[in-house]
Structure formats: structure tokens, C-alpha cells
């Protein structure tokens, strides 16, 4: 990989900069981040971008984007992306989310999916699927760094970082997401009360990916997710956990392409004339 | 100098038999509430000891924890504002940015204030990190939340002449009117807590009595930040009445015996930091600067003595304490010396928040420190000439 396919670039959306990883050419791939963030390293990105447009931003609060006043909830960002895809005049998007990502491609996606022609959803984060009494989603913050990474991957020395070799800009970034990870997160804990009931206004072609090792929530809360989605298919990737993008990247990005291709040729065009 | 009696109120019994956590997570079961009652019984008789020796009380709250049994300050406020007769009564303090009810909180301080016939002193505070996993309150913008919550409870505390109105980002209310309102005007005196210099002048631009709790030899710089803020606003230099240090102090005759004393004082320290990790940092509590260099491993000493060593507050000797201004203990000559010193170095603090009992310290014990201290420090305290606010200022 070169140097210059890892730059950062930045876009203004309703006067909030916020940072913009963006290859290749072709149809818009958007990629929605997890509460880590996103490195523009991550080698699952070149994947997606291959004959595709991706585009994969730091959300407000995160990496170095900024974060306006009053912005704190996941319905607010939800909003922000609308304007963005419109902004931006992307159509026919195929956007995926993993963790706090697929949430807000989800609360996107129920308000106007008008500009996505696919939704992937990997090991979602967003509803509340058990009792009262019963916690669908590990406390990540009742966890040390070591706990919670042995619980959130395959291979936990894939979420370890050696403070020495973290540069300033890293470790403020790493700051950055933890806290509007909570922002966003603490209260109702990862999820909107009213997400499930509206999950039935996403109509079209959906995905479920989940990393089949990710015990800060499990395969059947996946499975429970998707089941509120007509149609939405649900397939596991072995050998990773939470984040399986960064786990199993060229996997991740074979079966998501595999997913967009199939239904195009298959699907589409019943799908258009139903409406949206 | 004013000084204000303090114990967390602790339920010692359990705090060497815990699983690495005396705080949010251990078992409630651990209690006995038999031995809870004779407790709280035991420490209410020590304020009113307090109060007949002509100290001042303060009172705190925590929750979930084996440290502070306290966690409805309220109560104990309710019943030291009905039974005892002189002392003042601060709360320090009461976690407003946690309360999910700022009209409550106005209600049950304007109440106290009333029944104790003006001897209330409402310290607001942040809280410590471990109370967000038992608030549930998001530690991300708890500030924003507790300015709000200030506002508001200063707003409805001052408003006497027809009901108003409060729609904030946090908190919503209509037809605000509480009965009864304060009996000291405009409202109690605020106190409140800090360890950060951007907020020590912040509150000095408020005029707020400042509080900082075992800072030591790092608390110059806070007072010097809260004087500029006192100084850029109100144009003059802060008394040493606007400032408070929170420190512990074990007295007897014997110096030995100071010391023995000192030892169980200082299990406050010790049992403190006792709280599984996750708990003691929990998201947003720091600044992400904060957080930013904590994950580079760097993190700044705390605590360290008038030339400059560093010591772990935590598990110190009672030398090293006395040595970084967290502990006041020996004879009373020696701590009023020691007292004194501190006051200089400060320029100017004039009140002393004193931790003259916690953890082991027995009932009979506790009644000397606070005896010893009341007759043979205390007068002398009084008498003490503070450095004058435009010196230090100068």
C-alpha cells in the first residue's frame, strides 16, 4: 500500500469539518465506523474500494472531526448523514455499519433510504432485544482494556496498543472516540428504545454480518436484530469477533461486494418498482 | 479559621474483607444493618461532641461503597440540622450534576437551611468517578448538566414574588415556587471542590468558597488560578475566607500516640483507591487532553512534599503524609505549627475541612482527637493572623 491511498481528507456539512477517508471511483460505497473509529490503514478499506467510490468518515466527535453543541445523541448524527449523502449527491449507496456504525446506518435508513441501494449491518448495536432485568450488551465500561479485549475479538493482541509507540494525534483520537462513544452510548445503554418499532420502515436489501467470536454481544441478539428487517439475510464470519473488519478484512469486504452484486443483478429492479 | 469535623461515615467492618473492589460492585450483603444502625449512631454522636467543642461539621455522601455509608446526605443533614446548636452545617457535597430532580434538591436545602435557622453551607460538587456506573448519569457534559442544575437551584432558591418558569437543555419545570424558601439571603452560602486550574478560576470569577481535598503541596497553584479569576471579576483579592483544604489530622499529647492515631486516620487514604480499575476512570470524567496522555502512560504525580518529593497518598507513611500537607498529626503545638505552615504557603486558607476520624478509629479515640484539637489547636487557629489577601495577591 502507498503512502498516498492513506491520506485523510476532510468535508464541511451544515458547517461541522469532519474527516473523510475517500478511494477509488465507481459506485458509493459508505463505510460507518464502530466507536473505535476508523484507521485509514485499515486494510478492509482498499478492499471495499476496489470499483467502487468509498468513502468512510469520522463521525462528529470522532478521530479529528468536530463536534457541534447539542450533538449527543445517535439520532443527531443520523440527521448529519442525511445532509451528508445529500450534500455530497451520492446515490445508490451501499452503506455498512459495524457496532455504533450499523446503528446509525439503521436510524439512517429508517428515516429516508431513498439514497441507499444496500445496507449492511455488521454485529449491530441499537435495539433492545431482552428483558428489563437481562443485558443484551457487555458494560464495556465496567472492563479493562485487556477484558475487553478478550471478549470483543478472535484474536484479543489485535485490539492491544503499546502506549509507547502511539503518537500524540493517535492517542488524543483513541481519547476522542472513547468519549463520544459514551456520549452517545452510556444511557440508554447502546441503544434507542424506539429503534425496534421502526426497523420495519428499512426496505431495502439488508445484511447481517456478524464476526461469530464477538461475546460483548452475541450471535442471537444478531440474530433477533435482523429478524425485525423483511428480508434481511444474516451470515456469520469465523475468526472474528465485534469487529470484523478489522479481524477478517478481505472476507468482510468479499461478502459485502458478494451481497451488493448478487441482489443488483438479482433483485433490484422488483425492488424499484415496489417504491420506496 | 473555621474547621469543620468530617467523616465519611464509613462501615469499616468489611474493608479487609473485599474482592479487590470496596466501592460500586461490593455485595450489599456485606453489610450488616444491625451494625450500620450502631454506626451511624456512634458517628452522630461524635458530631454532636463536635458541635458542644465549638468545631463546624461537614457531611458528604457516596454511593455503593463500603467507604461512605453516607448516601443520602440529606438524612444526616435533616437530623444534625434539628439536633445540634452552633455548628454550621456544610455539605461537600451535594453531586447536583447526578440529581435527576434539581427542584427536589432546592426543596431539601432551603428545608435544612430553615430548620437549622441559617447554618447550611451547600457545597455542589462534580462527584468522584465512581459515582457514574451507581448514578447512571453519562459522565460526558456532567459539568454542562451541573451548571444547569446550579442555575436553576440558585434561580428557585431567589425567586419569591410569583412561579416561574425553566425550560433548559437538561431539566424542565413549570410553576416553580418552593416552600420554604431559604433563610439566608440572598440563598446558603456555595461551596464547592475542585483539582483543576481552568475551573479554580472559573469559581474564582464566581466568588464560590473553594474547597481542595488532600491536594497538598499542589494546591498554591488552585488558589493562585481562583485569585486571578476573584481579582479579573470582582476587583479584589480574596480573603482567606473563600478558601477550604480538606486535610486529615490526628492529635493526642504523646506524640507517639499522635502517630498511632495518624496511622488509622490515614486507612481513609488507604481503603480510598480500593475500586475495581474500570470504575476509576470512567469516559469523559477527565479531559480528553487528560485521557490522551494517561493512554501514553504519562500521568502527572499528585501528591509530594514542600521540597518537591513524590509520595503515593495511598500508601505513604504517616511521615510522608505529614511531609506533602495531607496529614496534621502530633502534638498540638506540632500540628498548629504544622497548620500554620500550610496556611503560609497557601497565602491565606481559612478553612480547615477536617477528617478527625475514619476507618478504625475507635469511638474513644475520635472523642479525644476532636477534644484535644477543640481546646489546644482550635483557639489558637482563631487567633492566627492569615497572610493578608493583597500580599499574597501582589
Redesign the interface.
Known amino acids: 500500500m502507498n503512502v498516498a491511498s492513506h491520506q485523510v481528507s476532510s468535508v464541511v456539512i451544515n458547517d461541522i469539518r469532519v474527516e473523510l477517508i475517500e478511494r477509488g471511483a465507481g459506485k458509493p460505497v459508505l463505510f460507518l465506523h464502530p466507536g473505535i473509529g476508523i484507521s485509514p490503514s485499515a486494510p478492509v478499506l482498499d478492499a471495499l474500494a476496489h470499483g467502487a467510490r468509498l468513502l468512510a468518515p469520522a463521525h462528529p466527535g470522532f478521530g479529528t472531526s468536530e463536534l457541534p453543541k447539542?450533538m449527543?445523541t445517535v439520532d443527531d448524527l443520523s440527521y448529519f448523514y442525511l445532509d451528508f449523502l445529500e450534500q455530497l449527491d451520492l446515490r445508490d449507496i451501499l452503506a455498512i455499519g459495524v457496532g455504533l456504525g450499523a446503528w446509525i446506518a439503521a436510524e439512517i435508513a429508517v428515516k429516508s433510504s431513498e439514497r441507499l441501494s444496500h445496507l449492511v449491518m455488521a454485529n449491530a448495536i441499537g435495539i433492545k432485544v431482552g428483558d428489563r432485568e437481562t443485558r443484551d450488551i457487555v458494560d464495556i465500561?465496567?472492563?479493562?482494556p485487556d477484558e475487553f479485549n478478550a471478549l470483543a475479538y478472535f484474536d484479543p493482541s489485535r485490539g492491544r496498543?503499546d502506549?509507547?509507540n502511539?503518537t500524540?494525534a493517535e492517542?488524543?483520537a483513541?481519547?476522542?472516540n472513547?468519549?463520544a462513544?459514551?456520549?452517545l452510548c452510556?444511557?440508554p445503554y447502546m441503544h434507542n428504545p424506539k429503534l425496534k418499532a421502526r426497523l420495519r420502515r428499512i426496505r431495502i436489501p439488508t445484511l447481517f454480518l456478524w464476526g461469530s467470536a464477538d461475546r460483548i454481544l452475541n450471535e442471537d441478539y444478531g440474530r433477533a436484530y435482523c429478524a425485525t428487517i423483511a428480508g434481511a439475510r444474516f451470515e456469520t464470519i469465523d475468526r472474528a469477533g465485534h469487529f470484523p473488519h478489522i479481524e477478517q478484512p478481505e472476507e468482510f469486504a468479499r461478502r459485502v461486494l458478494a451481497f451488493a452484486d448478487a441482489d443488483r443483478q438479482k433483485t433490484r429492479p422488483a425492488r424499484r418498482a415496489s417504491g420506496d | 479559621m473555621r474547621v469543620y469535623q468530617f467523616t465519611e461515615q464509613p462501615y469499616y467492618p468489611v474493608w479487609n474483607d473485599h474482592n479487590g473492589s470496596l466501592r460500586v460492585n461490593l455485595p450489599n450483603r456485606k453489610l450488616d444493618p444491625k451494625i450500620a444502625g450502631d454506626l451511624f449512631h456512634r458517628y452522630y454522636d461524635e458530631w454532636m461532641v463536635a458541635d458542644e467543642l465549638g468545631l463546624d461539621i461537614m457531611l458528604n455522601e457516596h454511593h455503593q461503597t463500603a467507604t461512605c455509608m453516607s448516601s443520602t446526605v440529606i438524612v444526616t443533614l435533616a437530623i444534625l440540622a434539628r439536633q445540634t446548636k452552633k455548628a454550621r452545617l456544610l455539605v461537600l457535597g451535594y453531586p447536583i450534576g447526578h440529581r435527576p430532580d434539581p427542584l427536589r434538591c432546592a426543596e431539601e436545602l432551603s428545608t435544612i437551611d430553615v430548620i437549622s435557622r441559617g447554618r447550611l453551607d451547600m457545597g455542589f460538587i462534580k462527584g468522584v468517578p465512581y459515582e457514574f456506573p451507581a448514578s447512571n448519569q453519562n459522565p460526558v457534559g456532567v459539568m454542562d448538566r451541573f451548571w444547569e442544575a446550579h442555575d436553576f437551584i440558585i434561580k428557585a432558591m431567589t425567586s419569591h414574588d410569583e412561579p416561574f418558569n425553566w425550560e433548559g437543555e437538561y431539566f424542565h419545570y413549570r410553576q416553580v415556587n418552593i416552600w420554604p424558601r431559604p433563610v439566608q439571603q440572598p440563598h446558603p452560602p456555595i461551596w464547592t471542590t475542585t483539582g483543576n486550574r481552568n475551573q479554580a478560576r472559573l469559581l474564582g470569577e464566581k466568588g464560590y468558597v473553594m474547597a481542595t481535598l488532600g491536594s497538598g503541596y499542589a494546591t498554591r497553584a488552585l488558589y493562585d488560578a481562583y485569585r486571578q479569576g476573584y481579582i479579573a471579576k470582582l476587583r479584589s483579592a480574596p480573603g482567606a475566607d473563600r478558601f477550604a483544604y480538606l486535610g486529615l489530622v490526628a492529635v493526642a499529647h504523646d506524640e507517639a500516640e499522635a502517630r498511632r492515631r495518624g496511622e488509622l486516620v490515614a486507612g481513609y487514604l488507604r481503603s480510598s483507591s480500593i475500586v475495581h480499575v474500570p470504575f476509576r476512570n470512567p469516559p469523559g470524567f477527565l479531559s480528553v487532553e487528560d485521557n490522551a496522555r494517561m493512554l501514553k502512560g504519562q500521568t502527572a504525580p499528585r501528591s509530594f512534599t514542600k521540597d518537591g518529593r513524590v509520595i503515593d497518598m495511598h500508601r505513604g507513611s504517616v511521615q510522608d503524609l505529614i511531609d506533602a500537607g495531607i496529614l496534621f498529626c502530633g502534638t498540638p503545638d506540632q500540628v498548629y505549627d504544622q497548620l500554620v505552615s500550610f496556611c503560609a504557603y497557601c497565602g491565606g486558607m481559612g478553612n480547615l475541612l477536617m477528617m478527625g476520624h475514619a476507618g478504625f478509629l475507635s469511638h474513644e479515640d475520635t472523642v479525644s482527637n476532636l477534644t484535644i484539637f477543640a481546646q489546644e489547636v482550635l483557639p489558637r487557629l482563631r487567633a492566627y493572623q492569615q497572610p493578608a489577601a493583597e500580599v499574597t495577591a501582589a
Request: charged residues 25%; hydrophobic residues 45%; aromatic residues 8%.
Open positions: 447539542g449527543n465500561w465496567a472492563l479493562t496498543h502506549p509507547k502511539l500524540d492517542a488524543l483513541m481519547a476522542r472513547r468519549e462513544t459514551a456520549r452510556w444511557s
